[in-house]
């Protein structure tokens, strides 16, 4: 601001002057002005570009440093934010590509024992299945044999009480327990040869 009202004045100064002589302000004069012709002059005219130089290098140029070192720093500090930014948020992707293919594995790991789990289970009840099944055929079996025993016993006392009652009246006399033994077995016999 210092320099620019200097420069200013120098203007106001040269137009008073030119003005003051109703002499319209020449190339020549403005010259002059700006190059002195004495030593003095000189001397004045380069102190006060060094007290210029001066002024500007503390009021506009150190603070101009400051601003543009105090900017390159906040430049740098957000780059290397946004850098340790980006690799937190890689590493955080590669973790997450990490544990989603764990997940996966350990997915498919307990489907696999699931299956297995659920094969042995499958056969375990089929073979019990089976064995109770097996268990129960051999039980109806029994039963079988056991109806047909207790029916073939049932007969063979029905056919004994017949014969003994057919005896006894063919005979017109009681039948002892000898007689009655024998006439069973004929008749038993003749039932196995009518069979055959």
């Given amino acids: 601001m210092g320099i620019f009202k200097a420069i200013g004045k120098l203007f106001l100064v040269l137009e008073d002057s030119a ?13 002059r002005k700006l190059f ?4 003095w002059d000189l001397v004045i005219q380069l ?19 400051k601003m543009v070192a105090k900017r390159r720093e ?13 690799r937190v ?12 293919e764990e997940g996966k594995a350990e997915a498919g790991r307990i489907v ?16 019990e299945a089976e064995q109770s099944a097996s268990e129960k055929k051999k039980q ?8 047909k025993q207790k029916s073939k016993d049932d007969v063979y006392r029905e056919i004994v009480d017949v014969a003994i009652a057919a005896s006894s009246q063919v005979l017109n006399r009681e039948v002892n327990q000898k007689d009655n033994e024998r006439l069973v077995n004929e008749f038993l016999e003749d039932l196995k040869d009518e069979k055959k």
């Fill in 19 to 31: 003005a003051s002589q109703n002499v319209p302000f020449t190339d020549e004069d403005f010259t």
């Fill in 36 to 39: 002195p012709n004495g030593i």
């Fill in 47 to 65: 102190a006060a570009f060094v007290v210029l130089l001066v002024v500007v290098f503390f009021i506009a140029y150190k603070p101009v440093k």
């Fill in 74 to 86: 906040y430049v740098a500090s957000q780059i290397a934010s946004a850098e340790e930014a980006n």
């Fill in 89 to 100: 948020a890689q590493e955080a992707a590669a973790k997450k590509d990490v544990t989603i």
């Fill in 112 to 127: 696999a024992e699931a299956r297995i789990e659920a094969q042995k289970e499958a056969a375990r009840i089929l073979s």
């Fill in 140 to 147: 109806a079996d029994i039963d079988i044999e056991l109806a």
